[in-house]
C-alpha cells in the first residue's frame, strides 16, 4: 500500500492528477487510513498507468471512463470492448482520411508557390480563394 506521495512517484503522475482521477471517476475511492491517509495498491498503479498510455494514444477521459467502465464489469466486458475498439477504429480512419485530404491540398497550395519573396500577388491565397467559390479580393 501506498501513500498518495509514493503512490504518485510510482504512477508518474502528481497528486493533483491522482485527485482528480478520483473525481471523475477514473480511479476508484482510496482506502483511508484511520488518520485519514489515502492509500493506494499496485492495481491502482497499473490503473494510472493504463489511463496515460491511453490519453496518450489520443484518447479523451470521457472515452477512457467507459473503457473502464467496460473493463471493470465481468459479464459480455469482451463483446462491449470489441465494440469499444471498433467505434474508435472507425473514428482513427476517419481522422486519418481528413489528415490525408489536408496534406494533399497542403502540398497543392506548396506548388503552387514560386518560391519568389517580392510578390505583389500570392498564388497560394489565390487559389484558397479560387477554392472557396471566387476572388474574395473583389467583394
Keep these: 500500500m501506498y501513500q498518495i506521495a509514493a503512490f504518485s512517484k510510482r504512477a508518474g503522475v502528481n497528486r493533483e492528477t491522482i485527485r482528480y482521477y478520483e473525481r471523475r471517476g477514473l480511479l476508484p475511492p482510496a482506502e483511508r487510513t484511520t488518520s485519514g491517509y489515502r492509500l493506494y495498491t499496485d492495481d491502482d498503479v497499473r490503473r494510472v498507468r493504463f489511463i496515460r498510455r491511453m490519453q496518450g494514444l ?43 485530404r489536408t496534406e494533399a491540398m497542403l502540398l497543392e497550395l506548396k506548388e503552387a508557390c514560386p518560391h519568389e519573396e517580392h510578390m505583389y500577388a500570392c498564388p497560394i491565397i489565390d487559389l484558397t480563394l479560387g477554392e472557396m467559390g471566387g476572388d474574395e479580393r473583389d467583394a
Design 58 to 100: 489520443g484518447f479523451t477521459l470521457d472515452e477512457i471512463h467507459k473503457l473502464l467502465g467496460v473493463v471493470d464489469r465481468d459479464d459480455e466486458r469482451c463483446r462491449d470492448m470489441y465494440d469499444f475498439v471498433a467505434k474508435k477504429l472507425d473514428e482513427v480512419k476517419k481522422q486519418i482520411a481528413d489528415l490525408k
